[in-house]
C-alpha cells in the first residue's frame, strides 16, 4: 500500500486531493499542513517521512500569492525553490516518488502557440522564478519515478481564486472590469487532483518527467468572469480591459496556454473543457470545514472540543452543510486513514441524514464508547446535493467526565425551516 504525503493540505489542490480520499481506499493518505509539516525545514520532513514510512508524496505547499512574492523573494524562493529541492532530496534518498507542481507562469506568454514541455521557460516575476528555481532543483536532484506537473489558472471550492473573487464581487457590485488580454485556460483542482491520483500507480521513469496539465480550451480572464456570472444567472456587466490598465506588482504572462499532449498521451487521459469543469464546479455545494483544535493522543490526531465555549456552531439545531457557521466542518478524527468525523456527547444522540430521497439516521449513545461516526457517512456528506442537510454535531473528550457533564441536557433538535 501506498502511504502517499499530501504537503500543503489546506490549499486548493490539497483539499480537493482530500476531497477524494475514499475513492481511493488503497492508498494511505497522510495529509498535513503548514502546521504540521513545515516543508521548509529539512529534518522535519525526513523525521516525518521516516516514521510514516511515505512511499509518495504530492507537494501542493506553494508560496501562490503571486504579487506579493515581488516583494517577499526570500520566502517565496524558500517555499517554491529550496524546500523543493529538500523533498527532492529526501525522495532520492528513500526511493520515494515525488509528484510536484509547476506553473504556466515560468513562460513569459510571448508563444502564438501552446506551450510545450520542451519550451524554454522564460518566467517573468519571483513567483514564476522561484518555481522554475524549484522545477530546475528537482530535475537537478532527480528522485525515481518522480514527475512535475505545470498546471494553470487553478480554482476551486476550496481557497482563494478567481472563481470566488468573482462571486464575492458579484454580491458586491453591479458592474466590474476584467482583464481580456490575457489568455489561458483555467483548470478545476478537483480534476487536477483525480488525475493525479490516476497516474500515480503509473509514473515509471528514470529521470523526472515534466507534464503540462489545464483543462482543455482557451479563454481570457474576462471570458472566464463571463462564464461564472452566466452559470451562476448573476446579472452583472464585465467590462474588458487591458492589463495596462490594471497595473499588478508582478508582470504575468498574456498568453499561458499549455500543450497536453505528452500528459494525455502518457497515461491515456481524457480532460473536460474548462466550460464543463467550471458548471461542474460551480454545482457543488460549497464545502465548510471546521478547523477544530487539534490534541494529540495515543489514537493519532484528534480534534476535539474541550468545552462548550469553543464550539463554534450551535449544537441545538441542524446545520445545512453549506450553512455552518465559522466556516468550515471538516474535522474529526485525522487518525491515519479515518477521517471519522464527529463525536456524540452525552445522552443519546440522534444523526440524521438526508440526501433528498433517503433518511439516515444514526442513534449514537453514550455507552456506545465508539463516540464516532465513521467513514462512511463522511463520504456521503462529500456527496451532498444541494438541498441536503446534515445534523452536525461537535467534538469533545471522549473520556473526560467534566466534558461531557457540560452536555448533559443538550437536545438536538431539525431546524424545521431549512428541513
Ligand atoms: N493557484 C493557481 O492559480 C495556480 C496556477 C498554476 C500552478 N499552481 C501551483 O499549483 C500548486 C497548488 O496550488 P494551490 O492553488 O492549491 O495553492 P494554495 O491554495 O495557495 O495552497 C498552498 C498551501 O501551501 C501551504 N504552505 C505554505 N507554506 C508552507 C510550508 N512552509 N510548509 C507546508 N505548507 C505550506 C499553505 O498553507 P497555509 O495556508 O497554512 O500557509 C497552503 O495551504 C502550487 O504548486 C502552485 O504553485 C497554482
Known sequence: MHNILVTGANG????????????????????????????????????????????????????????????????????????????????KARGITLIHISTDYVFDGTSDR???????????????????????????????????????????????????????????????????????TPT?????????????????NDKVEVYHYSNEGVCSWYDFAKAIFALKKMFIKVDPIKSTEFPTPAKRPHYSILNKRKIIEAFQLKIPTWEDSLARCLRKPEPKIL???????????????????????DIKRTYFINDVPGGEIRGGHAFRKSTEFIVALSGSLDVVLNDGNKEIKYSLNRSDYGLYIPNLIWRKMENFSANAFALIVSSISYNTADYIRDFENFQIIRNEAKG
Open 291 to 313: 478547523k477544530l483544535p487539534k490534541i494529540l493522543d495515543i489514537r493519532g490526531n484528534l480534534s476535539w472540543f474541550e468545552n462548550s465555549n469553543q464550539i463554534p456552531f
Open 12 to 91: 486548493q489542490l490539497g483539499s480537493e486531493l482530500r476531497a477524494l480520499e475514499f475513492h481511493y481506499p488503497s492508498y494511505n493518505f497522510i495529509f498535513t499542513d503548514s502546521k504540521q509539516l513545515d516543508i521548509t525545514t529539512y529534518r522535519a520532513v525526513e523525521k516525518y517521512i521516516e516514521q510514516n514510512a511515505i512511499t509518495a508524496i504530492i507537494n501542493c505547499a506553494a508560496y501562490t500569492a503571486v504579487d506579493k512574492a515581488e516583494t517577499d523573494s526570500t520566502k517565496a524562493n524558500a517555499l517554491n525553490h529550496l524546500a523543493v529541492e529538500n523533498l527532492a532530496k529526501i525522495s
Open 188 to 204: 478545476y483542482a478537483g480534476d487536477l487532483a483525480k488525475t493525479i491520483l490516476e497516474i500515480l500507480p503509473k509514473i515509471k
Open 114 to 184: 501552446p506551450y510545450t514541455e520542451e519550451d524554454v521557460p522564460n518566467p517573468q516575476s519571483v513567483y514564476g522564478k522561484t518555481k522554475l528555481a524549484g522545477e530546475k532543483a528537482m530535475q537537478r536532484v532527480n528522485p525515481p519515478n518522480s514527475i512535475i506537473i505545470r498546471t494553470s489558472w487553478l480554482y476551486s471550492n476550496y481557497g482563494t481564486n478567481f472563481v470566488k473573487t468573482m462571486l464575492r464581487l458579484g454580491k458586491e457590485k453591479n458592474e466590474i472590469s476584467v482583464i481580456a488580454d490575457q489568455k489561458g
